[in-house]
């Protein structure tokens, strides 16, 4: 048995343990803080959502917050929406809470004519784990996630958000099952797009912070794929070349521990598997984003005081990370953005409101978008 390392942000330390297939067993939970989205950047992504626009599934219809979002998305016009479940209940809903959601495709898995494929698809996907037509049929009937999954397997939907209603485990369990891993991805890890006002480091403030969603201890191999899927995200969603710095509190040797040597050992292999990145280690913070300290600190580096990509030797310090940059230096801080899954498929926060929700959906449809090409 593996342990899928699946751990929120907001945290709480409990393993998810499961088989390579994604059927966790163990506890899950989180805190419910987050600070809402502030919404500059997000205004970028949502422009370029517009170029293109994609479907996305949100199938947590049971809340008034997705009912708002699609509203929002509707009239922004950032991406086409489908709601998953009873159209009657939905426009209640919407009705009650004074939202015009006309614009979206409501799909009830009991009366839709596609419903039988996804089925038939999910059996065979599943098969080799004892799923059965009348298991499936269940489980796309009642658990709305796993059908918005199968909406974007079978090619019915672009992207998916969700997780206002559901857990981390219980969000990522159908993609790792149905979707599995972006081909060339060895892990799913995820990201916070940090955006720190008036900063001359990084890319004008913009940095990825990873991983600081996802993975407690990664492995020196999981760090390196973490690396490679963080690099692609910045260029994707900053549009500026990833510039990577492997995180320690030692910079070139300047300490001897375990600790260290992970990172050494991380950047060795980001090296040789990613030879196209510009990338290098290990760095303390100063030394990865502070020229002149870069420069005093690892004279010769191409990375040193220039990075806009910081992997964080674990889940703890990249959470704290994330939060100190959101909290001192009032940064906007997007995420955690989920990276390596087949499609894109965002998670949110059970504390979340309408507007993280339309603003996550913007930066899947610029995910979704990029898979086009």
Not at 272 to 279: A, F, G, I
Not at 314 to 336: M, T, W
Request: charged content about 25%; glycine content about 8%; aromatic content about 6%.
């Amino acid at each position: 048995m593996e342990v899928l390392e699946i751990h929120s942000p907001w945290g709480y330390n409990k393993y998810n343990y499961g088989d390579s297939d994604g059927n966790f067993i163990g506890p899950s939970g989180r805190n419910y803080e987050r600070s809402h989205l502030t919404m500059g950047y997000v205004e970028v992504l949502k422009k370029r959502a517009k170029e293109s626009i994609k479907t996305i599934v949100l199938p947590e219809t049971e809340d008034m917050r997705t009912i708002e979002a699609a509203d929002k998305i509707l009239k922004e016009g950032i991406a086409k929406i489908i709601l998953i479940g009873n159209e009657e209940a939905i426009n209640k809903k919407a009705a009650e809470g004074g939202f015009d959601i006309s614009g979206a495709a409501i799909v009830d898995p009991e009366t839709s004519d596609k419903t039988q494929a996804y089925i038939d698809k999910f059996v065979e996907l599943r098969a080799k784990k004892g799923m059965t037509p009348e298991k499936a049929k269940e489980i796309l009937h009642t658990q709305y996630p796993y059908y918005g999954v199968m909406m974007v397997k079978m090619g019915d939907a672009d992207g998916m958000v969700s997780g206002a209603c559901h857990s981390t485990a219980d969000t990522l369990r159908p993609c790792l099952q149905i979707l599995k891993t972006k081909p060339g991805t060895k892990l799913v890890s995820a990201f916070f797009l940090i955006v720190v006002p008036d900063c001359e480091y990084g890319a004008d403030g913009a940095f990825v912070f990873a991983d600081s969603g996802l993975n407690q201890n990664p492995t020196p191999e999981e760090l390196s794929a973490i690396a490679a899927s963080s690099a692609e995200s910045f260029q994707l969603l900053v549009q500026q070349e990833p510039v990577v710095a492997m995180l320690s509190h030692s910079t070139k040797g300047s300490a001897k521990h375990a600790d260290v040597d992970k990172m050494v050992e991380a950047t060795r292999i980001a090296k040789e598997e990613h030879p196209e990145l510009k990338l290098d280690g290990e760095f303390q913070l100063d030394a990865a984003i502070v020229p002149s300290v870069g420069a005093s600190k690892a004279p010769g580096s191409d990375v040193a005081g220039k990075a806009n990509v910081l992997i964080f030797p674990d889940l703890d310090a990249g959470n704290i990370g994330y939060k100190l940059a959101q909290r001192l230096a009032k940064a906007e801080a997007y995420g955690p953005i989920t990276q390596g899954i087949a499609k894109p498929v965002n998670d949110l926060s059970r504390g979340c409101s309408a507007d993280d929700i339309v603003g996550v959906v913007a930066i899947t449809a610029v995910q979704c978008q990029a898979e086009d090409k």
